[in-house]
C-alpha cells in the first residue's frame, strides 16, 4: 500500500459527489421502471357510454354492460332506467336481477340488494355504488358517478 | 446489536460463511494483471448491455404480445401510451445494436492482444458461441415488432436458409413454421428470443466468466512463459477496475439515452404480406453476408456461398488451434495481425458495398447506381437513355 | 300467339326452303354477302338478334351455283356485282326518320322486354327531346336518332367502356353533333357547348376517370334530351347538390325574378351558354396556401396581423365572385350585409388555411415516432365541415356560416393543440438530455479523479521494462 497524503476535505468532497451521483442515477435507473409498470390503460371512457338497445328492453329486465372494464347492471323500471355497478361490495361476485322481487341478488353468499341497490341481507357491507342515468333522445348513457 | 449483525448470526448459525466470505473478496479484491487498460472494457460493457437488454425485455414484455393480428399494435402502444414506453423500446433496440458492437470490440481486441491462445482457447470458444447468440438475438427480435421492414428482412434472412446444400428447404420451413413468414414465424422467433436464447445465453456467460477468472486476463508475456508478477503490480478490480469500468458505463448509458432520443427506432407500417417496400436489407450486422451471397449463383454457388458466409465462423472457432505461435504482442506476429485485419477490412468493405448496392452515390462529384453486386455505373443526366444504361 | 305462329311459318318455311335447296342449286345467307356487319352484330348486344328482325326479307335464298356466284363472288375485271333482289318482304335500310319507330319496334314493347328488364320508355320519351319534335313536327332528319348514340349493328350496353353511351364516351358522343360547326349553325346552336363542359369543373373530374362525374346526360337527360330552363336548373343540380340547392332555397336570391338560378353565378363560358360550370366562391389555392404559411409560424399572428400581412381589403380575396356580384350588386362599399359576407368569406380562406396546415402537420409528426391515430381521427371530423361549408354559404346566412367556421376552426384547434402537447413532449425528451450529459459528465469525471487516486492507492507502478507493459 502506498502513503495517500491528499488532503482528506478533498477525497471526502470526492466520495461525497460519486455517492450522490450513484444514488441519483440509481433513482433515474429505477423510478421509470416502476413508473413503466403502472397500468396505461384507459379501458375507454367511464362517461356517457350508451346502453345498446335500451329501449327494446321490457319494463323490470335488466342487462349488464361493459364501463371502463367494470360491470354495471340497468335496470328498467317502467319508464325509467336505473344503473348499479354489478360487483357485489362482499366480495366481487356480478349480482343478477331478480324481476319477480325486484331485488338484486348476489351468486356467491346469497346477499340480497333492493332495487335502489340497498343491503336487504346477507354479508355485504355497502350498497352497490349507483351510476349516473341520462335519457337524450330515445338513447340512454350511462356514467360514473 | 444491529440488524446486520443478526442477520450475520443467523447465517453464521447455519453454514460455513467464512468460506463463502473469502470467495466473494478473493473474486472482488482479485488482482488483474498490469496491463489492463481501456481495451479491456468491452467484455464488461458487453455484459452489462446483455443485463440491461434483460431488464427492458422483460418490461417490454409486460405489454408486447407476440401474435400477427396484435404484435405491431401493442408496440404502438407501448410507444404511445405506456409511461416511459417509448424509452425502454428504443433503449432495447438501440441495446441491441450496441452490444452486438461491444461483442465485436471485445472480440478484436482479444484478437490483436493475443490472448485466446493457450491456456485461453476455451475462453474464446465459448466467446465465439456468444457472438453468433448475440447475433440470432438480433435476427429474432427484428421480426418481433411485425412491420413492414421486419417481415420482409426476415422473409429474406430465412429464404438464404434454402441454400444450404441437402437440409437447405427442411431448414428453411423449420425456421419458419411453414411455406412463408406467419405468425408460426412470429411465435418462433418469439419464443427463441425470450426463452430459450437468454437461458442458453447466461449459462454461456457464466462459463466464460468462470475461465475468464480462473486464468485471470492474459498479459503480452510468451505463451508458457508467463512470470506470475508480484501482487502489489496489480490492479484490484474492486475497487480500481471497477471504478475505471464505472467511468465507461456512465458514458455508455448517456450515450444509449441520447440515441434513443436523437435517432429513434421508427415503428414503421404494419406487415403486410401482400406488399414487398423497395430496397429490403438486413441489418448492419448482417450486411457482409448479405453482400457476399450475391456472387455466388446456381446450384453450386449456392452452396460455395454458404460455406464462404460460414467459412469465417468455422476459422474464428479454430483459430486458437490453428495459430499456435507463442507470441503474443501484435508488434512480434505480423503475419496473424495482418490476417485479422484483412478479415476485418473484407468485413467492412463487403458491408459497405452492401449498404450502397442499388442505391444511388456521388463519388468525386459524379453520380453512380451502385448495381446489386456493388458495381457503380455512371448516371448520365442529358440523355433520356441515361436510366436504361444505369440499370 | 301471334309470335308462335309467326314462329312455326319461319321454320316450316325454313324447313321447305333447305329441301328444295338440295334439289336446286346452291342456299345462300344474309351472312354470305353481308359478313362485316354480321361480325358487327355478333360482337353486339344484339348477338341473339337476326337480321329479318329488323331487315324483314326471307332467312335464305336458293340460288342456282352461276346465279349464287354472280351475285357473291368479286368478277375477275372487278366492277360492281349486280343488284340483288331481296323480295318482296325485305324492307331494306330504314330512313334516318324511320329508326326510332323500327328500334322501338321492339324496345317500346313491355311484352318483349321484360325478359331482359329493360324500361320501354324510350321511344315515347324520345318524342318528348327536342331531337324527337323536330323529327316529328319539322320531318327533319338531321337530328339525332338512334343509331348516331348506340350505333348500328355494334350497339353495346352503356356500361361496357367500348360502348358510346359509356359516361366517359357520352361527351365524344353529344360532340360528333354539337361540335359539328355546319350542321349546328343549321340549327342556331353553339358548337362550344362540350368543349365548355371539358374544361368545367365536372369535365376534369371526367377527365380524370371519375365515372361519378357527371356527364352532358346527366343534366340534359339521354333520351328526352332538353336543355333545362333557369327555373327548372336548380333542380336539376339540385339532384347531387342537394345542400346546395337547400340553402339556395332559403336565400334572397332564391325566386329572384330575373335570377338564372345556379347558372347566375357558376354558369359561364362563350356567350354565356353556361356550360362552364365552375366553382367560384372557393378561395383560390394560392390564398389557402399563404394562410397555411403564415398560421404555421411561430408565434401565430393574430387576424388582423393576418389580414394585413396578406390583403389590406379583405373583398380583394374572391376575384372570381366580385365581378359576379357586381352584375346586380351596384356598390359592395354601401351594402352593408355585402360587406359582411365577404368578410365571412375571409374568414373561410382562412379556415380553410388552417385546415391545409393542420393537415400538412398531421402527416409529418406521424412520420416520426409519434403516434397521431387519435388525431387523424378527430381531423376526419374538419374534413366533414369543411365540406359542408361550401354548400351552407348559397344561404346567404352570415350567422350559419359563421357557426359552421367556427365548428371546423375548433376542430384544427383541437387538433393543433394535442399535436403540440405531443410535440412538447418531444422536446421536453431532446431538452432532458442537455441536464443527462452534465450529470454523467461530471459523474465520469468524479469516477476517473476516484479511478487515479485508487490506482495510485493499490497498485505500485511497473518497473521499467517489465515483459507485461
Redesign the interface.
Known sequence: MMDISEPSTRRGFLDWLIAACSSVAGAALVIPGLVYLWPAAKGGAAENVEVEGASDMSPGQARTIQIAGKAVIVVRKRSEYRAFLAACTHLGCLVTWDSSRNEFLCPCHAAVFDENGEVVSGPPPSPLPRYQIKEVGGKVYVSAA | MGLGRQIESFLDDRFDTETARGFVDKQAHKRLPPNTGWFHVFGSLSLLLFVSQTITGILLLIYYRPTPEAAHESIQYITAEVYFGWLYRQIHAWGGTLMILAVVFHMVRTYFWGAYKKPRELTWVTGVLIFIGTITFGFTGYLLPWNQLAFWATTVGTESANKVPLIGSWLQYFLRGGDAVTGETLSRFFVVHVIILPWLFTGLVVVHLILMRLNNLATFERVGEEKPSPPEYGIPFFPVHVAKEGVVVVLLLAVLVTLSVLVPWEIGEPADPLSTPAHIKPEWYFLPSYQLLKYFEGPYGAIIGIFACSLPFFLLFLWPFLDRGKERHPKRRPLAVGFGLLGLLGALFLGYLGHISETEQTFFGKRYYIDLLGRPNEIVDDAGTSESKAH | MAIIQQIIKTVAATALLSHLCWAAGEEVTCTTCHTPEADQLAQSVHVAIRCQECHKGETSYLLSVEEANRHTQVRPGGGPRPAFDHGPVFTGKPSRAEVPQRCGGCHADVERMNPYGLRTDQLSRYWTSNHGKTLANKGDDRVAVCVDCHGEHDVLPGHEPGSKTHTLNVPETCASCHSDRALMAEFDLSIEVVEEYRQSVHGRLLEQQDTGAPTCAACHGNHSAMPPGFATVGAVCGKCHQHAADSFAASAHAGMEDHKGCVQCHGGGEGRHFHLIERITKPSGVLIERYAHLLASDPVPDSEQVAEAIHPNPKQIMTRAMPLCMECHDEIEEDESLAKLFDLLDAIAQAEGRYVQTGRRLDEIGQ????V?RQRFLFEDAKTHLIELAPLQHSLDNQQVAGKVAELNAVCDQVSAELDNLERGLRW??N??TP??V??T???V??????K????????P?PKG????
Open positions: 416520426g415516432v409519434l403516434l391515430d425528451r431532446r432532458a438530455l443527462i450529459w450529470f454523467a461530471v459523474f465520469a468524479a469516477l476517473y479523479i476516484k479511478f487516486r485508487l490506482k495510485r492507492t493499490y497498485v505500485r511497473l517489465h515483459a507485461g507493459r
